[in-house]
């Protein structure tokens, strides 16, 4: 059984006032509900993680960051680390958002380095993938899948890949109101989940949990989550309102699979 997984990316959004009044807004609203077949995530900027992490003391609610340096400590001006993340609170962080890999030069060998340098700490990896439009024009989403995953994941072991969240979100969904289907989603989830099982065995590929991101809003959730191998969502826009953000929450704790 996989553990349905809900990440909310605040990308760079939300001062330290607002992300203190949006986490303590969510808090409030989640702990009305019965969440536990759940895993909730949240992912602040930087600024606001120390703050947010208070906020979330005592609650169910985990702390992410949206990327981090794979060096601990070091002249990389600019920088924040793994150990940097624990001591602020996070048990997660988002590695290789195509953001990062479309605007800062982030490639497949330098989220490896992240992702082993996040695990050696103990660091819940969310790893992303996924195809820009030209590409899933081109017919070239499953080449770019398996360019992703291959490299992304290079040596990490099947005991690290298990502790491993990986996000398929295809750019052409991201910010642009264009969702994939539940089809569209589920055809590249098992497709990732095969290359899984095909790099490592079945019990890798049938317990890694694999999240789709793009646009999920209140309104496709369910749709989304009650395909088989779509194991939760990595939320942006919606993940900014209180309501919107804990209307996702519930509608995907009550799909039963
Ligand atoms: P979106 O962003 O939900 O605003 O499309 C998702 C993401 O980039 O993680």
């Known amino acids: 059984m996989r553990k349905t997984i809900i990440a909310g990316n605040w990308k760079m959004y939300k001062n330290i006032v607002e992300a203190i009044e949006l986490s303590n807004g969510l808090k409030r609203e989640l702990f009305k509900l019965d969440f536990a077949a759940v895993d909730v995530v949240i992912c602040p900027p930087f600024t606001a993680l120390s703050e ?47 953001e990062r890999r479309q605007f800062f030069g982030e490639t497949n060998e330098t ?45 990490i072991s099947a005991e690290d890949l298990l502790k491993t969240v990986i996000a398929y979100e295809p750019v052409w969904a991201i910010g642009t109101g264009k969702t994939a289907t539940g089809e569209q989603a589920q055809e590249v989830h ?50 900014l309102k209180i309501d919107s953000f804990t209307q996702i929450v519930t509608k995907a704790s009550e799909v039963k699979k």
């Open 190 to 239: 098992k497709y990732i989940r095969d290359l899984l099982r095909k790099i490592y065995d079945d019990t890798v590929a049938d317990s890694v949990r694999i999240q789709y991101g793009g646009s999920v809003k209140p309104e496709n959730i369910a749709e989304l989550i009650a395909k088989p191998d779509v194991d939760g969502a990595l939320v942006g826009g919606a993940s």
């Open 52 to 98: 947010v992490a208070e906020v979330l003391n005592e609650s169910d609610i985990g702390l992410g960051a949206q990327d981090m340096y794979w060096q601990d400590e070091g002249a990389f001006t600019g920088e924040v680390s793994a150990p940097m993340l624990k001591e602020a609170g996070c048990g997660y962080v988002i590695i290789g958002h195509s």
């Open 111 to 155: 989220v490896n380095k992240k992702l082993k340098a996040a695990l050696g700490h103990g660091l819940t990896p969310i790893v992303c993938v996924g195809e820009n439009l030209k590409e899933r024009e081109a017919n070239k989403t499953f080449e770019v899948i398996e360019d992703h995953i291959k490299n992304s994941l290079l040596d």
